[in-house]
């Protein structure tokens, strides 16, 4: 496993962030979704770190980050992000988002693209745009959304729940140890589960932003989008009718948690587009990898 970055505490929109920071360059910001902190992201921080400085925050809420009382909708959590990059000096980030953490990144571009050099979400549904139809809401997304059950229903199972959604999200592979443990213990103790909770209770207000700012904007930043299971391409799809500059990925023989599961595919895609360029031909990875890139322009 690679070593871990240092962390800093970074006092951002109102509360402190516990943020790891690596390398230098042009920056990165990578937004972690449920039940993960920014060590979800270590294979990915050390493989682009030699090229860009990496952010990589635990999310409002969670891990070493302040237990912040509301503020889990999507727009205060790109305002999060945004304040994230004022206090750490940069002008504008390439933004990564898998999860909880793709709608504040989609927001962050869409109502302030000169602060998104590029734009890569994965595996994550935005709001109620067309073309998730298809594809349901897992049952977790009721247990969390009402107010008290999950906490109440878990607390003191919080590392068997964890498991379970380790677990599905990488098919059974192994999740390291140390980050397993740390996930844990995020998101163990009423308080922590709240406010991981609180992202799903805020799902109707973070629909609308989104609904809002897809009436208003195109999306102009160049995106990659990367699905895998259960997403799939329905990312792509949503994104289609918005985006300017649109590049699609699936990873075949992946879970949801793409970072973990398959950094060996992910990481080639997102130093290539990070570059500005998308691997043309073949699926990246070779048998297994991704299919090929699908461009929209």
């Known amino acids: 496993m690679a070593s871990l970055p240092a962390t800093r505490r970074v006092a951002a929109n109102g509360i402190e962030f516990n943020v790891a920071v690596a390398g230098h360059g042009p920056a990165v910001l990578l937004l972690h979704g449920f039940p993960h902190t ?53 002008p504008a980030a390439a933004v990564a988002g898998i999860d909880a953490g793709a709608p504040p990144a989609f927001l ?47 607390a003191g199972h919080e590392a068997e729940y964890v498991d379970w959604f380790l677990d599905s999200g990488t098919r059974a592979r192994d999740v390291p140890r140390p980050i397993r443990d740390a996930f844990v213990s995020a998101y163990t103790g009423p308080d922590a589960l709240r406010c991981a909770f609180s992202y799903y209770r805020a799902l109707p207000a973070s629909a609308r932003q989104i609904q809002d700012a897809a009436d208003a904007h195109r999306l102009t930043v160049p995106t990659m989008a990367v699905g895998a299971h259960p997403v799939g ?12 500059d649109l590049t699609g990925h699936v990873v075949e023989d992946c879970g949801h948690i793409i970072p973990l599961d398959r950094p060996d595919v992910l990481v080639p895609l997102m130093r290539s587009f990070l570059a500005g360029w998308s691997p043309p031909g073949p699926a990246a990875g070779g048998p297994g990898g991704a299919r090929p890139g699908r461009r929209r322009r």
């Open 38 to 90: 920014w060590r979800l992201w270590t294979e990915v921080i050390a493989a682009l770190a030699g090229r860009h400085r990496v952010i990589a925050p635990d999310m409002r809420g969670t891990g070493g980050t302040a237990r912040a009382p509301d503020g889990y909708d999507a727009a205060t959590l790109a305002a999060d992000a945004e304040a994230l990059l004022d206090a750490l000096g940069e």
């Open 108 to 154: 962050l571009a869409m109502r302030r693209p000169e602060r998104v050099r590029r734009l890569v979400l994965m595996e994550s549904l935005l709001g109620r745009l067309p073309s998730a139809e298809g594809l349901p809401a897992p049952w977790w997304f009721g247990f969390h959304s009402v107010p008290g059950l999950a906490e109440t229903v878990l």
């Open 233 to 244: 391409d329905v990312l792509e799809r949503q994104l289609r009718p918005l985006t300017d």
